[in-house]
């Protein structure tokens, strides 16, 4: 049987990558991973192709993710190894993405999360819709933002990027441009011209005739106790902040945290922390992967997917259950490098981040 999942075509000049499970919001499967790669290797080398376009089939989003329930079924039928393969070529095509030599342009129409941000916020033209939801939503399953993830946020203006990693608050096209998540916003209902355009033309001459000013957003009117709060040492400290600051945005902010994974909160601002400054793309996707794979071993995860996608109960049982329970040495086992099956993402003209 034909895979369809991701539709690859070519018309004018521009190759097009239509994510195509619509019914699971087309959702990300190494298949997937796997049919993209190879088309971007393809049209590399192909100088009919001058423009690479990413979309999502259906009238929802481009997608909402990696494919979390077979995620759950690896972890317990097989101990993750699958899920381990899977995101070590997830990650190098996210690395790819990001350094691609042809125009790679992402509509971000609809919801985009988890591995839809991977798939299409590291091309160089991103383009967000009135319909746009943008969001890394893993603390609500017991994981830590992935797919080049904590890169991207941790370069969001001010402390925005903590906000939206640990709240993991979806935000819409304005919001998603404030924080360097999408380059330009384009009305839903001229995306389709946009594209035909681009079959013929190039992205820096279509885009002026497409690209309006975003409607208004909410997060630049909240960094003031966005910055004041989420500048605090500790995942703790946070919250405590939050509770205090008397902004009623602010303690629904906390209370949102506390309802996320206590082991996933704390390795999330820590990776945060550590995704700032001069590291390279890829070595914060290397670092992503130790902690990803880590993830694997510990009870939330599974937990987390079982009450948000199995059940629906949307009750975790987290284990540890409080933020004081998590030790600094129980975060740090995260990072440490688990050496064999370690994804090198790091190209030498790289290495210097």
Sequence with gaps: MTDDSVLVRTEGRAGHL????????????????RRIDEALTAWEHDDAVTTVVISGAGERGLCAGGDIRSIHDDVRSGGGAASAAFWRDEYRLNARIARYPKPYVAIMDGI????????????????????????????????????????????????????LALTGAAVGA??????????????????????????????????PRHARPAP?????????????????????????????????????????ILAKSPTALKVTLAALRRARGPLSLERVLEQEYRVSCAALSTPDLVEGIRAQVIDKDRSP???????????????????????????????????NG
């Design 18 to 33: 239509t994510l195509n499970r619509p019914r699971a919001l087309n959702a990300l499967d190494h298949a997937m991973v």
């Design 112 to 163: 985009v999360m988890g591995g839809g941000v991977g798939v299409s916020a590291h091309g160089d033209v991103r383009v967000v819709t009135e319909r746009s939801r943008v969001a890394m939503p893993e603390t609500g399953i017991g994981f830590v933002p992935d797919v080049g993830g904590t890169y991207l946020l941790a370069r969001a203006p001010g402390e925005l990027g903590t906000h």
């Design 216 to 256: 208004d957003g909410e997060l630049a009117g909240h960094r003031e106790w966005i910055d004041a709060c989420y500048a605090a040492g500790t995942v703790e400290e946070i919250v405590e902040r939050l509770l205090d600051h008397g902004t009623p945005d602010a303690k629904e902010a906390a209370t949102t």
């Design 317 to 351: 049982r987290w284990s540890p259950a409080t933020l004081a329970e998590v030790t600094d040495e129980a975060v740090a086992r995260f990072f440490a490098p688990s050496g064999e099956g370690e994804p090198s993402l790091v190209a030498p003209e790289f290495t």
């Design 174 to 207: 304005a919001d998603a441009l404030l924080c360097g998540l999408a380059d330009h916003f384009v009305p839903a209902d001229a995306v389709p011209a946009l594209v035909a355009d681009l079959a013929h033309e190039g992205a820096a001459d279509v885009l």
